[in-house]
């Protein structure tokens, strides 16, 4: 599975973006998505996931409220809705793939490349 990240971009504090991230192959609605995060200094994070259905998800708690996660497994896509953005937010944000479909943060990979996000203050 080859996974592409885009739709980061610069944006003022309480602003929003959506990221979205597609991939190859045939096999698409068969596994789980999921969105982490990687700043400057910092270990990568787990931002949101969403099964293979689409009928669960699952965010950190710095992003509930604010982030949305969303599937098209018809165009093997899935998108990351991103509100109330704060200068925190500002990392590379890279999506993977879970083929367990648990959601668990340890069972992502596929790591395909990330987009930047920069939110200013």
């Known amino acids: 599975v080859q996974l592409q990240a885009s739709g980061g971009g610069l944006v003022q504090a309480g602003g929003s973006l959506r990221l979205s991230c597609g991939a190859s192959?045939?096999?698409?609605?068969?596994?789980?998505l999921g969105w982490f995060r990687q700043a400057p200094g910092k270990e990568r994070e787990f931002v949101a996931a969403?099964?293979?259905?689409?009928?669960?998800?699952r965010y950190a708690d710095s992003v509930k409220g604010r982030f949305t996660i969303t599937r098209d497994n018809a165009k093997n896509t899935v998108f990351l809705q991103m509100n109330s953005l704060k200068p925190e937010d500002t990392a590379v944000y890279y999506c993977?793939?879970?083929?367990?479909?648990?959601?668990?943060?340890?069972?992502?990979?596929?790591w395909g490349q990330g987009t930047q996000v920069t939110v200013s203050s």
């Open positions: 993977a793939n879970d083929w367990s479909n648990t959601l668990v943060a340890g069972r992502f990979g596929s």
């Open positions: 192959g045939r096999t698409f609605s068969s596994y789980a």
């Open positions: 969403i099964s293979a259905s689409g009928g669960t998800t």
